[in-house]
């Protein structure tokens, strides 16, 4: 009898998870461990069925290609951009800087934007909030309203007085017209003296699935350290890659920030019109306002 080919099965494992995570830029990496697992099962392990580490070759072959295609035409595409921009080309900007001092402040951009980060047509600031968690890491969250259906990656660097950088953070979330999100920076010491410059720009939904605004919070309760979030979904599909992240209030201040995946903190939201309940632990969390955002 023929020996199951555990290199080959693995290879194939590798391969089917590098083609679904090829657009997020990692499925490269599992394709290439996929072909090597796959050659391994096909030379190394005799007496052994090969058909299934052909196969695992063949599809972790096809994630690598993907993967290396993807990055090779984003780079492309992005040197492409940085060449109209930087010859004065006129066009639509996805990108935007701005270099701005202390977080603690509230404002709402202006209807038409600049470009800037503050100013943009990606997304209105709504509200800056900085604090520290209970391990000393700074927090800094920009709160903002979706001006249309895109994605958006920010950096943010912290400068010191010598403009040497001490700080480098960067979040992705994708935004919906007239909906708030925001972004989350994290930096580790002590920047309450730094001078922080932001650049972001804007990119296309190519892997979102389901529907946006799916799901909705009814209510809330804490018991304990946990905080219970009773969920219902009103959309008619919820994106694999869907979640919902918490602000949390004390005295109108943001004092915290969690969040979580649909997937696994509420697995019983199977169909439009369907509720379950999910727990966030928050220990030493002092609130009075929890707000819910849906984050496709």
């Known amino acids: ?14 391969g089917i998870v590098g083609v679904l995570l ?13 072909v090597i697992l796959g050659i391994l099962g096909l030379t190394v392990i005799k007496d ?8 695992g070759t063949i599809v972790s072959g096809v994630a ?17 951009s940085d060449s109209k921009t930087d010859s004065g080309t006129s066009g639509k900007k996805d990108s935007f800087a701005s270099t ?48 249309k259906d895109v994605s ?17 953070s960067t979040d992705d979330i994708v935004l919906t ?38 799901v909705v919070m009814d209510s809330y309760n804490k018991s304990g350290d946990d905080l219970y979030l009773t969920l219902k979904q009103v959309g008619d599909s ?4 869907a979640r919902f992240k918490l602000l949390f209030y004390k005295g109108g201040t943001i004092v915290h920030t969690e969040d979580g995946y649909f997937s696994i903190y509420a697995e019983g939201l199977t169909g439009k019109g369907t509720t379950d309940v999910a727990k966030v632990w928050v220990y030493g969390v002092d609130y009075d306002k929890v707000e819910f955002i849906y984050e496709p």
Do not use: P, Q, W
Not at 108 to 124: L, M, R
Not at 238 to 241: A, T, V, Y
């Open 48 to 55: 052994a069925k090969k058909g299934i580490a052909i196969a």
């Open 238 to 241: 919820i994106g694999s890659f």
């Open 100 to 147: 701005f001092m202390g977080t603690s402040t509230s404002e709402e951009a202006e209807d038409e934007g600049d470009g800037s980060y503050e100013n943009n047509g990606a997304f209105d600031i709504l509200e800056r909030a900085s604090y520290k968690n209970s391990i000393g890491t700074t927090i800094i969250v920009h709160k903002v309203k979706g001006k």
């Open 1 to 14: 009898m023929e020996k199951v080919n555990g290199l080959g099965i693995a290879s194939l494992v590798m």
């Open 152 to 168: 958006v990656s920010a950096t943010m660097l912290a400068y010191d007085a010598s403009g040497n950088v001490i700080g480098k």
């Open 177 to 214: 017209k007239g909906e708030n999100n925001y972004f989350l920076y994290r930096f580790d010491g002590d920047v309450s003296n730094a001078k922080f410059e932001v650049t972001a720009s804007t990119k296309s939904d190519s892997i979102m699935t389901g529907t946006r605004s799916a």
């Open 64 to 80: 690598l290609l993907i993967g290396v295609g993807l990055f090779i035409t984003g780079f492309g595409l992005g040197l492409l």
């Open 22 to 34: 090829a657009c997020l830029g990692i499925g490269a990496v599992f394709g290439l461990i996929g």
